[in-house]
């Protein structure tokens, strides 16, 4: 039987702004991916993101344009020939994925040959405000193990020092969402070394990257907006240290597993983050969490409503979604 492939629009409300160097948002727009066979139905989710120049309605588009091969049966490896990396990929080869292990019974852990999902230790974000405010939101997160301090290039380090004061033994990454140059980055990271910054993720922008080559750096160093997709690891590894690995960078899990094997080969740490989604976007990626040395899927608790049985984080431990909700 044809399958049927639906792509929409889903909006959800967040609990307060999130701010980060590049703008702030009070509405996380998601792509909800269903595609049918008949008797069964798999979910993906996806997050158009203005960086990489995506929009809802070219994503939605995108999909569009290849309804016909999915509708007709296409199957994961040939949605990387007819699809580019992007969060249109990644919407339908989660659903591809989560579509198969309803089929077969066999759940998407199981036939990659992982061992079952445990909860894994997430970053809790504070976003970007003024000292003050970023040391009052810290206040309430001072037993969680990791935290995931957001800043821009207007004084980073009184910010993570206001931080690090309110909240002293969780780990920390520091994110400036590539707003450094070089020079600010080589006059900062001494302090924040004395701050115990254990990670700092992506602080020059992407086309900038060539400065770290030969770069002393004193904190180990994420790839985010640079890191992509497999062909980009041989060059990161001689820059960074860390892989930020997100699905709707990926364009799937299909792709984010093929990066695992490749970066440990090139001797890149792992991390898996995510933007700002519902557990649906994050229950895929809890599989490549089990792989990483930091985690930031901490997306659905900046939502007013999340998904019914999805992850549920306590306390910056994040527990997969309930059986049956994905994979």
Not at 178 to 204: G, K, M, N, T, Y
Request: with cysteine.
């Amino acid at each position: 039987m044809l399958r049927h492939l639906s792509a929409v629009h889903v909006p959800f409300r967040l609990k307060r702004p999130f701010r980060i160097s590049r703008g702030t948002k009070s509405v996380a727009d998601t792509i909800f991916v269903v595609i049918h066979d008949g008797e069964h139905e798999g979910r993906g989710e996806s997050v158009p993101y203005a960086r990489y120049n995506e929009t809802i309605d070219g994503v939605l588009a995108q999909i569009e344009s290849v309804r016909g091969e999915i509708e007709a049966g296409c199957d994961r490896e040939r949605l990387m020939e007819i699809m580019p990396p992007g969060a249109g990929r990644n919407a339908i080869d989660c659903a591809l994925w989560d579509l198969e292990a309803k089929r077969t019974g066999i759940s998407v852990v199981d036939r990659i040959g992982w061992e079952p999902l445990k909860p894994v230790d997430t970053a809790i974000t504070i976003g970007l405000d003024t000292p003050e405010n970023m040391a009052a939101a810290a206040h309430q997160l001072q037993n969680a193990p990791l935290l995931k301090v957001k800043v821009d290039a207007s004084d980073p380090v009184a910010a993570v020092r206001a931080v690090r004061e309110t909240a002293p033994r969780p780990r920390m990454i520091v994110d400036p969402n590539e707003s450094w140059s070089i020079e600010q980055l080589a006059s900062w990271q001494q302090q924040l070394v004395e701050l115990r910054v254990d990670l700092l993720e992506q602080p020059l922008p992407a086309d900038r990257d060539g400065d770290l080559e030969g770069f002393e750096a004193l904190i180990p160093l994420a790839a985010d907006e640079s890191g992509h997709v497999t062909d980009d690891l041989a060059q990161l590894a001689r820059r960074y240290d860390y892989v930020n690995i997100k699905l709707d960078k990926t364009g799937g899990l299909t792709t984010a597993l093929a990066m695992v094997e490749a970066a440990e080969r090139e001797g890149l740490g792992l991390m898996i983050g995510c933007m700002v989604s519902s557990s649906l976007s994050i229950a895929p990626a809890m599989i490549i969490a089990q792989r990483c040395a930091f985690v930031d899927l901490d997306g659905p608790t900046w939502l007013a409503d999340d998904l019914a049985n999805g992850v549920v984080e306590n306390c910056g431990s994040m527990a997969p979604p309930e059986a049956g909700f994905w994979g």
